[in-house]
T-cell receptor, first 113, second 112 residues
């Protein structure tokens, strides 16, 4: 199916573990984004990518790593999960990052215990 | 630093009413402004995108306006329906770094 999909939808992990959230889009959009959504903070940009092999930091990048070896995939890795990284994570894509609307995945609810 | 504010945080109105949601931003150097809808447990759906050179955009019963100089946007929903119940978020795309800065949202409940 065309669209943007995230996996897993729900994840519980322990403090200190590495966890990877997956994002896949079928539109060949150039831009992809990772946001986290927390009560009281709204959505905040973690990392974004303008194209394969091009990534850049957003507002809250500490503790996260991204890669984009293929246009359609943009995984987000928490190298050593902390409780403060408990959040809902959204992946998004857009054709050119500026003039066109952004499309969002369903989100991954991550709980770090 | 850009700040985006949405007032009210929550709104409950009877079905059929016309309503206005507000979004304000502190830095007028924006590239565009987008309105999104978020349903519980789901992702965000883009509703309208207004370029900084535009004054308004319309889609069905939705109309969004933009007054860049005063740092304000409104989302007008005509003839509200229970299916319009959701959280509405506005976001501005900055001229400087093309990053979206988000408001906290307005939670809208339409009572049948």
């Amino acid at each position: 199916d065309a669209g943007i999909t995230q996996s897993p939808r729900y994840k519980i992990t322990e403090t200190g573990r590495q966890v990877t959230l997956m994002c896949h889009q079928t539109w060949s959009h150039s831009y992809m984004f990772w946001y986290r959504q927390d009560l009281g903070h709204g959505l905040r940009l973690i990392y974004y990518s303008a194209a394969a092999d091009i990534t850049d930091k957003g507002e809250v990048p500490d503790g996260y790593v991204v890669s984009r070896s293929k246009t359609e995939n943009f995984p987000l890795t928490l190298e050593s999960a902390t409780r403060s990284q408990t959040s809902v994570y959204f992946c998004a894509s857009s054709l050119d990052g500026m003039n066109t609307e952004a499309f969002f995945g369903q989100g991954t609810r991550l709980t770090v215990v | 630093k850009q700040e985006v504010t949405q007032i009210p945080a929550a709104l409950s109105v009877p079905e059929g009413e016309n309503l206005v949601l507000n979004c304000s931003f502190t830095d007028s150097a924006i590239y565009n402004l987008q309105w999104f809808r978020q349903d519980p447990g789901k992702g965000l759906t883009s509703l309208l995108l207004i370029q900084s050179s535009q004054r308004e955009q319309t889609s069905g019963r939705l109309n969004a306006s933009l007054d860049k100089s005063s740092g304000r946007s409104t989302l007008y929903i005509a003839a509200s329906q229970p299916g319009d119940s959701a959280t509405y978020l506005c976001a501005v795309l900055m001229d400087s770094n093309y990053q979206l800065i988000w408001g906290a949202g307005t939670k809208l409940i339409i009572k049948p």
